[in-house]
């Protein structure tokens, strides 16, 4: 079974400029996480999906990241414009049903590392 | 506010030793808590807890929850240099299942 695919792995970009990353998820996961990592730091909810639909999204910064999933599969992730504080990796992950209820288990990518200069 | 507190924030220990790691949360409407293992890429799944007291084993590796005094402990056994990496601690709520991640545990096993 093919696992969470994520890209690019790796993006630098300077302050003020957008970046978008691609994640697309287990075949049949119906729920998809947007994850911000910052060093040192645990994986930040930032908005999760149920098929298409936005479930939560109350710590997503609003006025520079965006996010979508138009036909409940594989999602996008923009941040425009990016700020210095925005170098994280940013982690998306899937499960079977909302929240993996039944395992409690999230398949995690393996990550966008973005650094802003 | 939802909040998940790991400790130690990093602990070194030579392999053969035991060490436990430590979560404590607030969380609303608590669902099940989740620990996860972190190398250099993504976080891998180990146990789900949903019930006081009900230890969950794997191997050397071991977590029980107590929902009373709202903490979960990760012991692991007879350390390997290949359990060096990040543990995080999660806590899943009723509302929407989200997930809230603790900043996580960084063991460095030594030989």
């Known amino acids: 079974e093919a696992g969470v695919a994520q890209s690019p792995r790796y993006k630098i970009i300077e302050k003020r400029q957008s970046v978008a990353f691609w994640c697309n998820p287990i075949?049949?996961?119906?729920?998809l996480y947007w994850y911000q990592q910052i060093l040192g730091q645990g994986p930040k909810l930032l908005i999760q999906?149920?098929?298409?639909?936005?479930?939560?999204d109350s710590q997503l910064p609003k006025d520079r990241f965006s996010a979508e999933r138009l036909k409940g599969v594989d999602s996008t992730l923009k941040i425009q414009p990016a700020k210095l504080e925005d170098s994280a990796v940013y982690l998306c992950?899937?499960?079977?049903?909302?929240?993996?209820?039944?395992?409690?288990?999230?398949?995690f990518g393996e990550g966008s590392r973005l650094t802003v200069l | 506010e939802d909040k998940v507190v790991q400790s130690p924030l990093s602990l070194v220990v030579h392999e053969g030793d035991t060490v436990t790691l430590n979560c404590s949360y607030e969380v609303t409407n608590f669902r099940s808590l989740l620990w996860y293992k972190q190398e250099k890429k993504a976080p891998t799944f180990l146990f789900m807890l949903?019930?006081?007291?009900i230890e969950k084993k794997s191997g050397r590796l071991s977590s029980i929850l107590d929902k009373k005094e709202l903490f979960s402990i990760l012991n692991i056994t007879a350390t390997q240099t290949g359990d060096s990496a990040v543990y995080l601690c999660a806590v899943q709520g009723l509302n929407n299942n989200d997930m809230r991640f603790g900043a996580g545990t960084r063991l460095t096993v030594k030989p």
């Open positions: 992950a899937s499960s079977k049903t909302s929240g993996g209820a039944r395992t409690g288990e999230l398949f």
């Open positions: 949903t019930s006081s007291g």
């Open positions: 999906f149920q098929n298409n639909g936005v479930v939560d």
């Open positions: 075949s049949g996961h119906a729920t």
